[in-house]
């Protein structure tokens, strides 16, 4: 059965304080791991996908990497408007968009 | 449309009653998706179209719950005889560019 862990699952920065938000996943074949952003009474907003371990995606003050185990969000400087909950999928081969989600974590940057 | 479109935003209903969720997705997909999420739950997969087609109906938490396509078009996901459990955000959403893109969903509270 895939899983996906994030963690944590609530963080609280100043503004300008860097961090990372840690997505741990097993699945059988990996065809895709997603991050998505999710603001309070909206769907969830696509940010990246990612295919294989070592690649690096990058929008913005938000960096996404990736291992065979987990992947990274890395928040550089952040401003109060990246306040949001940061949800993790994962995409098993051949199972279109069936994917398997994380319970995400709520980030909150204070000014 | 050039969204994913879903009504009512919002729904409050009593325990037994019956209750129908819409969605219009972007205008000329094919496939269509709804998942479910629930209070400190991760999003979990319900259903999947393929046109009018439901060729994954896995995730259905149990026989109350069904949904139909039209047209190709707009999708509708009833829950017969709703319990308290029932109560969540329900979302629709369509792939696309390798990107799944969501609703701002339809929130229901059954009391």
């Known amino acids: 059965e895939d899983q996906v862990t994030q963690s944590p699952e609530a963080l609280r920065l100043q503004e300008g304080e860097s961090s990372s938000l840690n997505c741990s996943y097993t699945?059988?074949?990996?065809?895709?791991l997603f991050w998505y952003r999710q603001d309070p009474g909206k769907g969830p907003e696509f940010l990246f996908t990612?295919?294989?371990a070592g690649e690096e995606k990058e929008k913005e003050r938000l960096k996404a990497t990736l291992t065979k185990k987990e992947s990274f969000l890395h928040i550089t400087a952040p401003k109060p408007e990246d306040s949001a909950t940061y949800l993790c999928?994962?995409?098993?081969?051949?199972?279109?968009?069936?994917?398997?989600f994380g319970k995400g974590t709520l980030l909150t940057v204070n000014p | 449309g050039a969204g994913v479109s879903q009504s009512p935003s919002n729904k409050v209903t009593e325990k037994g009653k019956d209750v129908e969720l819409r969605c219009d997705p972007i205008?000329?997909?094919?496939?269509l998706y709804w998942y479910r999420q629930s209070l400190g739950q991760g999003l979990e997969f319900l259903i999947y179209?393929?046109?009018?087609?439901?060729?994954?109906k896995s995730g259905l938490p149990s026989d109350r719950f069904s949904a139909e396509r039209t047209g190709g078009s707009v999708s509708t996901l009833t829950i017969q005889r709703t319990q308290q459990e029932d109560s969540a955000v329900y979302l629709c959403?369509?792939?696309?560019?390798?990107?799944?893109?969501f609703g701002a969903g339809s929130r229901l509270t059954v009391l």
């Open positions: 699945v059988s074949g990996l065809r895709g």
């Open positions: 990612l295919y294989s």
């Open positions: 205008s000329g997909h094919t496939a």
């Open positions: 999928a994962v995409q098993a081969g051949g199972s279109n968009y069936k994917l398997t």
């Open positions: 179209f393929q046109g009018n087609s439901a060729p994954d």
């Open positions: 959403a369509n792939p696309g560019a390798n990107v799944l893109t």
